[in-house]
């Protein structure tokens, strides 16, 4: 299902397994090797095709098949939207400012997370 705590699920996983290789090169990870519980491969296509959407994540090949994406890193923003989804008490206040999933947009999510860290100084 596409919402607000899927993304972030989706997001944190990719936060852990986006790590340097040995050369200090990311390596990137398929979606077809992501695997979360409670979340098929079709759900995580779709949210990582939103995801690249909103800007907070960067693809190989984003005009192929959500199936076979490559996923290569997770932009500035991306970052921004993991300190609020990683701390209990931004979490609330993000998923308050940005609505239901459907509404999102790549502004939307970065005017929010402005808003959001900035009066919380985390930046």
Known sequence: MLDQENSRIVML?????????????????????VSIEGLDRIEVGNILRELHKYNLITVRNPSSVAKRYFIDNITPQGEKFLLAAKDKNLWPKLKKALGPISLWTAEKISQALLAILSNNILL
């Open 13 to 33: 996983y990719l936060q852990e397994k986006l790590k340097p290789d040995s050369r200090g090169r990311l390596r990137g990870v398929k979606t077809k090797d």
